[in-house]
């Protein structure tokens, strides 16, 4: 269970790498946001498989469909359900992964919870499952985008011990993260990490990275103390990613060797706003977005699955060695950014709807409240404060 | 809102740190359960401050009563209530805080989310909420303790740039935690750890740290796929304790620099259980407990609270300093641990009783499952297979 | 928002009457139990329209497609999503419903909800909705038939001013009340009811009726104290379906004329097992199941959709009158008692679950665990108690 | 588990008839609003026993302390702690009760869920655990009289066979309610009720009641479909509530016996606002409020512990018989109103803020926007439209 995320725009996703289909319904939806097949399709195009040799040979198109929820082109308020069928499926690859536990994998997790799973491919525990949180995700930045202007970047900040140096994110855009195969914004990096991956592949292996999130005109006050803050939500998000096993926001593990008065963010008025002058706190104090930018990283660990034989241990309690066949990414973080940004818009809009709750965008009256959003929304010429 | 964490055992915290009291109501736990003041108390002492030179010179007991949802000494399914009454305000020490915004704290973002705030200490972001937290932690603790014999084991990992060494848990003991003022069990890192703090609080200033946490005998398949993964749910929890900027799990970071070839872990089975050989995934694969320990890492800030005078801004736009009066704890790191174990076995019980619901341990064929579950529990002389 | 229900055994349900489709997904529900899609279109050709002249004329196979979370024939633990594509509308039945708000019907209130509304049809309020229900419902039927040989039997008990006598419940089968064009199990009864519902027809009038739902070998111990009371979830099961107005469990309205002496149910032990000579209650005491069997009644207005004119407003605020074109039933409880059952059946499981979990049906030890809690499982021959 | 009731404006009861204390927890209130201890305890001296001749001997105080959540007089948007100790206990009233289950009471369940039980009085089962949700629903209460000027009356409508006729609404006022001690507004039928309640009381036994619920200016929109309608939430919120054992809205049972062309209510408009003739939805169409009053009515059970001696079963299996001794109130439905009403201001505020998110009331912006709220609200000179 737990399929569900978030308590008033809330996603359910659905669906197994080898089933039928994969999909999702969105509840909780403002009424009349502008929603298309098509922009839900521009997202699921920059997380789908089959884009060049660093990510998985197999090939789908991902195309998706929405069932409900959307009339005459704008959302009304009631479930919008998303499907997307599932087409390139090489289900003979999987003998062995019947037969033997995927090292690194979540096959004997799956066995030990649930006494019986869909061997083919990793069924539940599969990255066809983001498909579901990709295409709500996408809903989420719409709303996010007309209620404030929100705007999500996301970008590869290291493969293997290649690092990316930072990027001055006042100038960085989506066209240049995403013409990069490996979606790292330098242009050496890129092609250092190129290489890496493509090596790791060749050796039947392969290879875990970073990822950076930066998220720029956030609405101020959102996140839910005590339970439900901000950092503790997008933690929760990013970590149910499959293969992330580490977050920090701001500053964050640099920020267990600082002084406070040098982590410690000063705070400015200016034109009855308030600044803060560094920004270590990456956006959010005491769980309350302060308007400051989003700022956070993300771990990602190797992928399980590689085709270099390793010992494991069978079904039947026998112990053996598994080389695993089928079609993997030698490094999943190279598709990850599309999946951060969504968890991320995810989150954000159910904090402001719970901070803020505005039904019906069509009307005269919210119309002129978003306006007032937007204006009150800190302009900021210098983003360039980032820790 | 959202001060309730857990599904089906879920605690709800309550309090501010100058009102009457602070409390919790524990709802969902099992019948049956033996608890006592004392055993709540015990935990309670690990937390509270006065303790010494390197925490808060605010003291108070930190006095606990139960309620209800205990009779005979035993709970009877229904709410458990806690109440510690606050004594040692000092509210005059907070004249300053009303007017002025200190910097890297909350209070700025309590005044944007709800046009208002009780000023006096830290209100609802105080680490005095964490009080409720702790009590019901210790219900869980003894709940797992029973129904699968689960230890938890937390430490400080460093303070500012001195490290801990990596302990060998498998002779670790919190006596050996606990016999250090600043909750590190090596005794030369502890020492220095010392002396660091005491700088950072003679120059009106202060530290941040990092926290270890390890759990033995962690029952087999917790964790539900996708959103309420294990890791996701750790994740969540660690963030939501006040200063936590940063949490990762098993190798984490470090994973994101490895091959699949070395960071799998691979797998035995030995006597009708599987093991592995090693534990980069820190006990959960797929979001799912696999039985081996679980191992994370948390990064927490230096204290918002300094003495140091801090540019900063005030409730009508005014800019100006701040040199912040009041009793802080110079180093938050060392007073998290008993607070990282209360959260970590909140989620742990949480995800048992979704696993595996028992709700009268009481009963003749509720003893034999629990023993039938002691028993398949891995028996582990060698826990010593940290990352 | 809200279309999900169930803590555990968690339904989503999606789609408007004019839309692609319809369809559910379901959450929770544990592994291993054997599910078809015959199964589920066994249930949904209850519910389906086009039965009969007593029944909307609307024409559809409501032909169910099961795209994920059953794997050779049986649950994997996994969501479960079920798709119906809509067929048989006819959109122009609908250009007066778009201007003028039909009286007694949700339109208007969903206009001042959401501003704006699919006004082809009911949309989300459209009794198609709840096929996603049964769907559900079908599940949890199977499960709870699994997990304790639970029983679910519902007819329509009055038609306007026709009521049905009080049947024998020892001797009821769904056959017998299937077997009625009205789903009420008196012949004769059976015939006044059709005649009053086919007045009301010609007449371009509907009308309203009760249906009575009986529940035999319902688990003990079910309904979780204070606000998950069983009563409770019942209540709000049965008025979440549409045009349902009234609900009593046992005597219900009949036990506010009762003194104490009388109601209560008398209690005796047999075999070490607690009976009660009477069913005052209704299967439920505290909110929980006592283990005899659940009776309650609900009420259910006439469909608003109506072609005799009517007064009524238009979305501009003008004053009118509208005569509904478009194919309805002229009785809605006719179709209620597949849905009564589906959402009582919702209800029993989930509070099963949040009871006694059991994932894993095809292990041994589940397997055992089953055959004692039917055994357990009061047999009853003489289940004629019903008040 | 589950003493907790409500999405986002959320409350959590806690405590026993017989422990120290009962209270709760309300968390999501918006800050700004004013409270008081005054006006809880105003509230809860509507509901204290020892009121009169027809409620329980049981004389307390019930004097309840605020712990948290309120700051210089106003809710500060942090969880509100309510506190009220139990003094005038008993406990060796119950020697019989701990050996013999009550019939009609829950005392069988409890032992049969929990394995165990307090059995000094009801436990979690009885009256007393009301208390939190008075104290919750007064400040639910509030809220709503500031941002939609709602107003609740609630009656005894019917003990035993004793009805009292429909009262005018428009001029009926709580005083008149309160001024009768079975708070039935007609001053025959209140003497006849409280006759049929002092004789059943001096033959040892108990009697039921219903109590009708009519709530005026109701805010428009408030429902959540499909699951969580306004009728829906009524519903679980009034069988929540110990002794119900029906709910009806509108015409309830009343119109499973009408025709649709008689049921519809007629809608007009007039002053850019839609109206309805008459009332036969009781205000909610579709789950949603449409701005008309809410009346809704309730069936109470009598009262299960009664000093007649009754057949019965004890602990071990063994059977034999119960007078139970004891301090009862001969006629639950007489102390059900302030409780009825609560339920019911819970189920609005929560739905109001799904709907309409406000945080802050302080500030002027949310200021301008309630008074428009107000004045949005229909002015209702003729509220005699009952059905």
New interface residues.
């Given amino acids: 269970?737990?399929?569900?995320?978030g308590?008033?725009f809330?996603v359910?996703?659905?669906?197994?790498s080898h089933?039928?289909?994969?999909?999702a319904?969105l509840?909780?939806c403002p009424?009349?946001l502008p929603i298309s097949e098509e922009m839900i399709q521009a997202e699921l195009n920059r997380r789908r498989p089959g884009q060049g040799k660093v990510t998985t040979a197999r090939n789908e198109k991902d195309t998706v469909?929405i069932?409900?929820?959307v009339?005459e082109g704008?959302t009304?308020?009631?479930?919008?359900?998303f499907?997307v069928m599932n087409e390139d499926q090489h289900s003979n690859d999987y003998a062995d992964i019947a037969k033997w536990?995927?090292?690194?994998?979540?096959?004997?997790?799956?066995d030990?919870?649930?006494?019986?799973?869909?061997y083919r491919g990793g069924?539940?525990?599969s990255a066809r499952?983001t498909i579901g949180r990709v295409a709500a995700g996408a809903v989420a930045k719409a709303f996010l985008k007309v209620v404030a202007g929100t705007e999500f970047l996301s970008w590869v900040a290291?493969v293997?011990?290649i690092d990316c140096p930072k990027p001055d994110v006042s100038k960085l855009t989506l066209e240049q993260i995403e013409a990069s195969p490996v979606r790292c914004p330098d242009e050496d990096a890129s092609k250092m990490m190129e290489a890496t991956i493509l090596e790791?592949k060749s050796n039947g292996?392969?290879?875990?990275?970073?990822v950076s999130l930066y998220i720029k005109n956030v609405p101020?006050?959102l996140?839910?103390?005590?339970?439900?803050?901000l950092?503790?939500?997008?933690?929760?998000?990013?970590?149910?990613i499959?293969a992330?096993?580490?977050?920090?926001?701001?500053?964050?593990?640099a920020?267990?060797?600082?002084?406070?008065?040098i982590?410690?963010?000063?705070?400015?008025?200016k034109d009855?706003t308030?600044h803060?002058?560094t920004n270590?706190?990456?956006g959010s104090?005491?769980?309350?977005?302060?308007?400051e930018p989003i700022y956070c990283r993300m771990?990602?660990?190797?992928?399980?699955t590689?085709s270099?034989p390793?010992?494991?241990?069978?079904r039947g309690?026998?112990?053996g060695e598994l080389a695993a066949k089928g079609r993997h990414d030698p490094c999943v973080?190279v598709r990850a950014p599309v999946i951060v940004e969504s968890m991320a818009a995810l989150v954000l809009a159910d904090l402001y709807?719970?901070?803020?709750?505005?039904?019906?965008?069509?009307?005269e009256n919210?119309k002129a409240k978003i306006e007032a959003l937007i204006q009150n929304q800190k302009t900021r010429e210098a983003i360039d404060k980032l820790p």
Same sequence: chains 1, 2, 3, 4.
């Avoid at 950092?231 to 149910?240: G, N, R, T, V």
Wanted: hydrophobic content about 30%.
């Fill in positions: 269970m737990s399929s569900s995320f308590k008033i809330s359910t996703t659905w669906g197994e089933g039928p289909a994969v999909g319904v509840d909780g009424a009349g469909k069932l409900s929820g009339f704008k009304t308020g009631t479930p919008i359900s499907v536990y995927r090292p690194g994998h979540a096959d004997l997790c799956y030990l919870k649930y006494g019986f799973r869909d069924g539940r525990s499952e290291s293997g011990e790791a292996d392969s290879v875990g990275g970073t101020v006050a996140g839910e103390p005590v339970f439900d803050r950092d503790a939500l997008l933690a929760q998000a990013m970590l149910s499959p992330c096993k580490g977050f920090e926001i701001g500053s964050g593990f920020a267990a060797r600082m002084r406070g008065s982590h410690n963010d000063k705070i400015y008025a009855n308030y803060t002058c270590n706190a990456g104090l005491g769980g309350i977005s302060n308007g771990a990602f660990k190797p992928t399980a590689i270099k390793q010992d494991t241990a069978g309690y026998e112990n973080a709807l719970q901070q803020e709750r505005n039904h019906c965008l069509g009307t919210a």
